[in-house]
């Protein structure tokens, strides 16, 4: 006994069978498992941490069933919608799209939705002035092709929930709407253009692709700036603010071969300029268009003309189905429950053992924190103080 960290003796005239009947009865109802020697009681509590160990590792088990039933049988998807258009889930209306090894396009949720309205609570002070602090999106959807339409306001991290499939909001941009002729008078591209945010003030970058302007084919290159600035210092334009104050569209002009009639797929968000000639002014700087709403600019050479008619809004959305994410869940939460019990619960041993020396009764007490790190000598004095003949601190018991 003396050999343990925490440990106490004491002497008494109790008899020896008298005092270990004593420290059966306390440990048991302080809920220790009590085994009896033929002179000495062990007990040990706590061995629930244990099974809290065995619990959090079978819980990552279950969190791996399920992201691996997610992986195979779900599915991922990505398209931009202008604010106006709608969206049907099938697999024709993603622009990307990245489903599981065992997925079947008859598990996809029957549903269909229009963005009515797009909404941003931009900031206008501080370090992060410019940038959007929140924005939403007004879905009018169905659940199914007969259902009857329902109201939703998609936001960030609050997802639109249809069946076992889930509807993000995940970002939002600008669309100016662009209009260009070609030399005939001819309307060759008309409509809302998506250009990508390239910074947190929505300074955006798009192409518009006119393959069937004649004489020759036209393509456009450049930034939208929601509120347009001019840096003397790159001698460049910038966005100073994410809400459209003072919109301008800046682009270059590219005339030949855009390539699309290869039958090759191109990005909409790229230009082919492999065959394509730069428009370029006298002194050889290259031609630019600058545009505000509303307005029109001429092409040289007879090439058409380019108009700016309006901005529309873009949004980002994701749609994911994830038919292991309750068993994934369901195993997070069980981990969670393990991990606490192995680091709360403290598994403890306590000896006493009792025997005649001297005319009178030596009793020993020792304890030992199996978990390391406990105090225990707290407890071993209650224990100790607790047993039959145990003396009280004004009798000088015999501790060390």
């Known amino acids: 006994m003396t050999r343990m960290p925490d440990h106490s003796s004491y002497r008494t005239d ?21 085994e009896t020697a033929e002179d000495a009681v062990s007990a040990e509590r706590g061995y629930l941490r244990e099974a809290g160990n065995l619990l959090f590792h079978l819980s990552v ?32 209306q993603y622009d990307d799209f990245v489903p599981g090894s065992l997925f079947k396009a008859s598990s996809m949720e029957p549903f269909s939705f229009d963005i009515k309205d797009f909404s941003v609570d931009w900031l206008t002070s501080g370090p992060r002035a410019g940038m959007a602090r929140a924005f939403d999106a007004r879905l009018a959807y169905r659940t199914s092709p007969g259902a009857p339409e329902q109201q939703y ?40 253009t998506i250009f990508l945010p390239t910074d947190q003030s929505f300074a955006s970058f798009g192409v518009v692709k006119a393959p069937d302007a004649q004489p020759t084919q036209i393509g456009l290159e450049g930034e939208f700036y929601p509120t347009v600035a001019f840096s003397k210092q790159t001698g460049s334009y910038y966005s100073a603010f994410g ?17 699309m009639d290869t039958g090759t797929s191109q990005s909409v968000y790229a230009l082919d300029k492999a065959k394509t000639t730069m428009l370029t002014k006298k002194n050889g700087a290259p ?59 403290r598994p403890r041993r306590v000896w006493v053992r009792a025997r005649r020396e001297g005319g009178v009764t030596l009793v020993e007490v020792a304890a030992l924190d199996r978990s390391g790190g406990g105090d225990v000598a707290t407890v071993l004095a209650e224990i100790a103080a607790a ?3 145990a003396p009280t601190k004004d009798a000088g018991e015999e501790q060390s």
Do not use: C
């Open 14 to 34: 109790v008899p020896v069978d008298d005092v270990l009947a004593g420290a059966r009865a306390l440990l048991r109802k302080r809920r220790y498992r009590v």
């Open 61 to 92: 088990l279950v969190v791996l069933v399920g992201f691996a039933i997610g992986g195979m049988f779900g599915y991922k998807g990505g398209v931009i919608l202008v604010v106006g258009n709608g969206f049907s889930n099938n697999l024709t």
């Open 153 to 192: 306001d998609l936001k960030v991290n609050h997802p639109l929930t249809v069946g076992n499939t889930e509807v993000f909001l995940i970002g939002h941009g600008y669309a100016p709407v662009i209009t260009v002729r070609d030399g005939k008078g001819n309307v060759v591209y008309s409509g809302p």
């Open 243 to 259: 809400n459209t104050l003072d919109p301008l569209v800046s682009m270059l002009v590219y005339t030949g071969d855009l390539g």
């Open 287 to 345: 031609y630019r268009i600058d545009l505000r709403p509303g307005q029109t600019t001429k092409l040289p050479n007879g090439l058409g003309t380019v108009s700016f008619d309006g901005i529309k809004r873009w949004t980002k959305i994701q749609i994911s189905q994830t038919p292991g994410k309750r068993i994934a869940l369901a195993g997070v939460v069980l981990a969670l429950i393990g991990l606490l019990g192995s680091l709360f619960i």
């Open 387 to 389: 047993l039959p003949g």
